[in-house]
């Protein structure tokens, strides 16, 4: 665990209808679901509302890239959800790859039993648990925390 900065982090993982957020011990043992936010003009709010619940270090935003790491159509989405955060919150916000986080939340859901339709509502929650969780492996593997953070001169209101 050498160079893991101790600490609770929340993850977020941006979609267009829903927000799944994910919380970690302050040791990085293990991700957990915490709520599925619907996406409207009251996200963000709810959002800042667990940031202040559960005082994390950071948040960690999935960014969605496709598999060659290009933007794609949500990236800016994201990006901008991602800013609005930082800005609300005031909390370090860090943009991470999330590649395949909603593709393996759909495969652990069917393995666990559940189909597609019964896991709408928590699938968010699952992706943002798969997306801290790999950016928690990440930085006690390397030293180093995974993806971006925002920084204050490009935030967004």
Same mark, same amino acid.
């Given at each position: 665990?050498? #160079?893991?900065?101790?600490?609770?982090?929340?993850?977020?993982?941006? !979609?267009? *209808?829903?927000?799944?957020?994910?919380?970690?011990?302050?040791? !990085?043992?293990?991700?957990?679901?915490? +709520?599925?936010v619907p996406r409207n003009e009251h996200a963000?709010?709810?959002?800042?509302?667990?940031? *202040? +619940?559960? +005082?994390?270090?950071?948040?960690?935003?999935?960014?969605?890239?496709?598999?060659?790491?290009?933007?794609?159509?949500?990236?800016?989405?994201?990006?901008?959800?991602?800013? *609005?955060?930082? /800005?609300?919150?005031?909390?370090?916000?860090?943009?991470?790859?999330?590649?395949?986080?909603?593709? /393996? *939340?759909?495969?652990?859901?069917?393995?666990? !039993?559940?189909?597609?339709?019964?896991?709408?509502?928590?699938?968010?929650?699952?992706?943002?648990?798969?997306?801290?969780?790999?950016a928690i492996d990440t930085e006690k593997s /390397? #030293?180093?925390?995974? !993806?971006? /953070?925002?920084?204050?001169?490009? +935030?967004?209101?």
């Amino acid at each position: 665990m050498s #160079g893991f900065r101790r600490g609770v982090r929340l993850g977020v993982d941006v !979609g267009r *209808a829903r927000v799944g957020v994910s919380r970690c011990d302050p040791d !990085g043992m293990l991700a957990v679901p915490v +709520e599925t936010v619907p996406r409207n003009e009251h996200a963000v709010e709810r959002i800042a509302a667990l940031a *202040a +619940e559960y +005082e994390p270090l950071e948040l960690v935003v999935g960014l969605p890239v496709n598999m060659q790491g290009a933007d794609t159509a949500s990236t800016l989405d994201a990006r901008e959800f991602a800013a *609005a955060l930082l /800005t609300r919150t005031r909390i370090p916000t860090r943009l991470v790859d999330e590649r395949l986080s909603t593709v /393996t *939340a759909h495969a652990a859901l069917r393995s666990s !039993g559940r189909t597609q339709k019964n896991s709408r509502s928590i699938v968010d929650q699952v992706a943002a648990v798969v997306l801290l969780q790999q950016a928690i492996d990440t930085e006690k593997s /390397t #030293g180093n925390p995974p !993806g971006d /953070t925002i920084p204050l001169d490009e +935030e967004s209101s």
